[in-house]
């Protein structure tokens, strides 16, 4: 792949949280804010966080990617998409994945590969989602298998003033893995 991949690696640590980034289009890098604070608030509670840029805004390419990067950790791995990430983690169904994080998904309305899968599932919503608002999210994930549904409430699809929350609620769904 050849990317940069940023580890950050506490002791002890029993899973890798694999993070995903906005559209590459329209800014979103492995920088992000919501990125950043996943990054730097999931070791603090004992999760091994990786993150990378994607080179390319293909979904396909994207998700190879993100299963080259799954496949390096030496740990069981989530994979965490915020936005575009999401989209893309739900095409990464590697076995060593225990689970996906989805927050302010943009998900298809063609099923995605996870829907059926048996493996936990976190669908983060903000309630004021320019994109991806619950009424159109709920619908799309109700019939997925082990899926929990959440709603950020009064956050848009930035998360502006919502990382805390969305952090909390991680490491919550994190520990029941």
Known sequence: MGAVIDVNDPPGAA???VLLHPHPHMGGDRFNHVVDSL???LPTRGFRAVRFDFTSADVALA???????IEQ???PVVVVGYSFGAG????ATHPSVRGWALVAPYIAEDAAPIATDPRPKLIV????????PPARVEP????WENTT???????DHFLLGATGTLIEAAVEWLQTL
């Open 149 to 155: 549904l959440m709603t950020l409430p009064g956050a």
């Open 73 to 75: 950790s030496p740990l």
């Open 39 to 41: 990054y730097r608030a």
């Open 15 to 17: 899973i890798t949280a």
């Open 88 to 91: 893309v983690a739900v095409h």
């Open 140 to 143: 799309l994930v109700a019939t």
């Open 63 to 69: 998700a190879a990617q993100t299963v080259e990067v």
């Open 125 to 132: 919503v903000a309630e004021r989602d320019q994109w991806s």
